[in-house]
């Protein structure tokens, strides 16, 4: 990994002395943190999504990142990733009057720092944090970090617990793998998301019973260790809800999916790998309350202290589409809040990085705050038909949500009875 990093940081200098030859001012660690604490002043870590959220990705001993930093990684700019204009964009550090970035090298934060130079930002407003990130851990000095940060894995983590034969990795996705048969990580086994829910039930999940069996069938049961993967990532996602639900005790999902295994430069096989079924689920709590029905929605939709959050896209939210061929009605369940999405009913880019990893869940918690999606509060989640809704709750169940659910039903059930209150246009906030 080590390796791979220096690699690429010395090929990104050459590039990216060449083209913009910036220079910065330099910073200590008692000059960042003297300034830290000025709201003038941005940070920005420019190592990966999965080191910022809090994994210890070069043997650091204390994790996490800057209070306060952005996460603007420097893969995205030498890997030259669509949308990173656009998230760049959307971190406003143009406002900022002073932008301080740093990384596990100096060479790493001045790939960022050229970036934003690239994207119009004065190299005078910018510095580069010499003492790198790896100074002010060993000073003992303050790091934030994603709450539960482990839930969401990253390549590495899966590659090493494969090493070791102690782990069950599962790539989600609907119908009979295609693209799993033609591209998968070493040993994984396919789930066809039909093993979960069902177009009888209106794309809800099935019986538990059901599921319990199909996951069986799989080789899962409540005491095997899963990560699970998608190409699109709502699939995976979806799929963890399902274990979740079903009480598998340790289940994660590969953030950044197969692109980030692709990216860390591992190898993928061909073909299918016969599942191992199991017999015996063993001793499982279920959770019963992370999926609700249309009762504790309504409820939800009562209560002060709780929010019905919508994962559509904002053309959905207000009615101007259905995003669905198969769903004819517009509009949002009257009282829901609106909680972001993506372009289209299958992408969630509000959600993403352009490497496909989680956003940095600060900005996530800003969108959400705005529509007064809080922590504090009892917090369910709806899109269409589950998979959007899941991504988010998953999210929010790292970021230390503790009363969340998922509305299964979501617009499509809801929107199929006259009865129940729905609502077009922009709401009042």
């Not at 009480?247 to 790998?273: F, Q, S």
């Amino acid at each position: 990994m080590a390796k791979r990093i220096v690699a690429s940081i010395i090929l990104a200098l050459l590039i990216s002395t060449a083209s913009f030859a910036a220079t910065f001012t330099d910073v200590t660690t008692d000059q960042v943190n003297e300034l830290r604490s000025k709201n003038t002043t941005r940070l920005v870590d420019a190592r990966s999504p999965d080191a910022f959220n809090g994994w210890a990705m070069e043997q650091e001993e204390r994790t996490g990142h800057l209070p306060g930093a952005t996460n603007l990684a420097a893969s995205w700019v030498t890997n030259k990733l669509p949308r990173t204009k656009e998230v760049t964009k959307a971190k406003q550090l143009d406002t900022a009057k002073k932008v301080i970035v740093y990384g596990y090298t100096p060479e790493q934060a001045r790939i960022v720092a050229d970036w934003l130079v690239s994207q119009g930002i004065s190299a005078d407003k910018i510095s580069v944090y010499k003492d790198s990130f790896s100074a002010w851990e060993k000073a003992g000095l303050p790091l934030e970090r994603l709450p539960q940060y482990k839930h969401i894995v990253p390549a590495e983590w899966v590659h090493n617990r494969l090493a070791a034969k102690n782990i069950l990795v599962i790539e989600a996705s609907w119908g009979e793998g295609k693209v799993y048969k033609q591209n998968h990580i070493p040993t994984a086994v396919h789930l066809n998301t039909d093993l979960l829910e069902s177009e009888e039930r209106r794309w809800n999940f099935l019986p538990a019973d059901e599921i319990r069996t199909n996951l069986l069938s799989l080789g899962i049961t409540a005491d095997t260790p899963v990560v699970v993967y998608g190409e699109a990532g709502i699939d995976a996602a979806r799929a963890v809800v399902a274990m979740q639900l079903l009480g598998v005790k340790d289940v994660r999902i590969l953030n950044g999916g197969l692109h980030a295994w692709k990216a860390a430069g591992y190898k993928t096989e061909r073909g299918e790998v016969e599942p191992t079924p199991a017999t015996d689920f063993g001793t499982a709590t279920p959770n019963n309350a992370l999926v609700i029905d249309i009762t504790e929605a309504k409820r939800i939709l009562n209560s002060p202290d709780a929010e019905l959050v919508s994962i559509r896209t904002w053309d959905e939210f207000v009615g101007n589409t259905t995003g669905y061929s198969y769903i004819k009605p517009k509009g949002r369940i009257r009282g829901a809040v609106w909680g972001h999405a993506g372009k289209d009913a299958y992408n969630m880019d509000d959600f993403r990085n352009p490497d496909h990893t989680m956003r940095d869940y600060h900005e996530i918690a800003a969108f959400w705050k705005e529509w007064g999606i809080t922590p504090d509060k009892e917090v369910s989640f709806y899109c269409g038909t589950g998979w959007r809704a899941s991504e988010a709750l998953l999210y929010a169940q790292a970021m230390g949500f503790t009363k969340v659910s998922l509305y299964d039903d979501g617009w499509h059930i809801w929107s199929m009875n006259p009865a129940n209150p729905t609502a077009t246009g922009t709401p009042k906030r």
